[in-house]
Structures are given as C-alpha cells and as structure tokens.
C-alpha cells in the first residue's frame, strides 16, 4: 500500500513538536533548532515512501534530528555566526517569557555541555522516559553504551549543578 499524504500529516502533527524538545535539550539557539527540526522533517518528507515502513518510526527520526543539529551548527560556524547561546545579547523584551526562561533553566544548560553522546542518551531519557533499549536503537548503540554514557551524564550533571556548598 502506497503512503498518503494525510499518513505523513498525522506523523509530523505528532512528531514534529517531539522533535522539537528534544533538539532544545542538545541547543540553545532558537534559530539553530529551527533549521534542524525544519529539516528532519523535510528528510522525513522526501524518504516518507521509504520511513513509512519502518516499525520504528523514532529511531530513524531522532537519529536524524541529531545529524541536522551537527549540520546547522557547522552551518552557523561557517559564516562566522555564534551557536553559543551565552554570546547572544539579552533580548528579554524580543522573546516570549517562557522561551526567556526556558533558556534559564540550569539543567538544559547543563545537558548542553556534556558531550554530544551523554547529552543525547540523557536527553532522551529526561524528555522522553525512553528506556535503554529504545535509546540504544535511536542512538544505534548498545544497551550498555547508553548505560555508561548516561552514568557518565549523571555523574558529570551533579558536578555541574552542585552548588557552592556541595549540594544539588
């Protein structure tokens, strides 16, 4: 059976916000996240004959939401722009106020500095409450590569979030 439009409406109505979330937790940078959950969705558009097939949906997607991120801050790289989300002026009057705070939060700040491993299979977890095998699939690891990287996510997160007097 040939895959409709109207199939492809009803996956990205669904996916694309989840998309969306989970790029926020790996940038900062509105623009950045834009143009990589613009473009995993225009990939999944342009292969949907093919992705349509697929049982597992979410692997492919967020695997590929991963390699548009890389590509749109290579992007932004290259023209000399900052993907550093701490070089941005304030512009507290230009934004709403929950993408104001959003950007607040020490947690995804946190998430954003870990390497691109950790930062995923956490993310992952965090947003999703994946378990370690649909992260394994999505990241194409094995089960015990999530389960160090996210050891080693956790342990550097109490690290950073741990404030002056020891605590979290």
């Given at each position: 059976?040939?895959?409709?439009?109207?199939?492809?409406?009803?996956f990205?109505?669904?996916?694309?916000?989840?998309?969306?979330?989970?790029?926020?937790?790996?940038?900062?940078?509105?623009g950045?996240?834009?143009?990589?959950?613009?473009?995993?969705?225009?990939?999944?558009?342009?292969?949907?004959?093919?992705?349509?097939?697929?049982?597992?949906?979410?692997?492919?997607?967020?695997r590929?939401?991963g390699?548009?991120?890389?590509?749109?801050?290579?992007?932004?790289?290259?023209?000399?722009?900052?993907?550093?989300?701490h070089?941005?002026?304030?512009?507290?009057?230009?934004?709403?106020?929950?993408?104001?705070?959003?950007?607040?939060?020490?947690?995804?700040?946190?998430v954003?500095?870990?390497?691109?491993?950790q930062?995923?299979?956490?993310?992952?977890?965090?947003?999703?409450?994946?378990?370690?095998?649909?992260?394994?699939?999505?990241m194409?690891?094995?089960?015990?590569?999530?389960?160090?990287?996210?050891?080693?996510?956790?342990?550097?997160?109490?690290?950073?979030?741990?404030?002056?007097?020891?605590?979290?």
């Amino acid at each position: 059976m040939k895959p409709t439009s109207v199939e492809f409406a009803r996956f990205f109505t669904e996916w694309e916000p989840q998309v969306r979330r989970y790029l926020l937790w790996l940038e900062g940078d509105p623009g950045i996240i834009d143009d990589a959950a613009q473009e995993t969705m225009i990939s999944a558009h342009q292969y949907w004959g093919k992705i349509s097939q697929y049982e597992n949906k979410r692997a492919w997607l967020f695997r590929v939401a991963g390699q548009r991120l890389n590509r749109a801050r290579q992007a932004r790289q290259r023209h000399g722009l900052s993907t550093d989300p701490h070089e941005f002026p304030d512009m507290q009057g230009d934004r709403d106020a929950l993408a104001h705070r959003v950007d607040r939060l020490d947690i995804l700040d946190a998430v954003r500095k870990l390497p691109q491993q950790q930062a995923t299979a956490i993310a992952l977890q965090l947003q999703f409450d994946y378990q370690l095998s649909d992260i394994a699939e999505i990241m194409d690891v094995s089960t015990g590569s999530v389960k160090t990287h996210l050891h080693h996510a956790r342990k550097t997160l109490e690290t950073l979030l741990a404030d002056t007097d020891g605590g979290i």
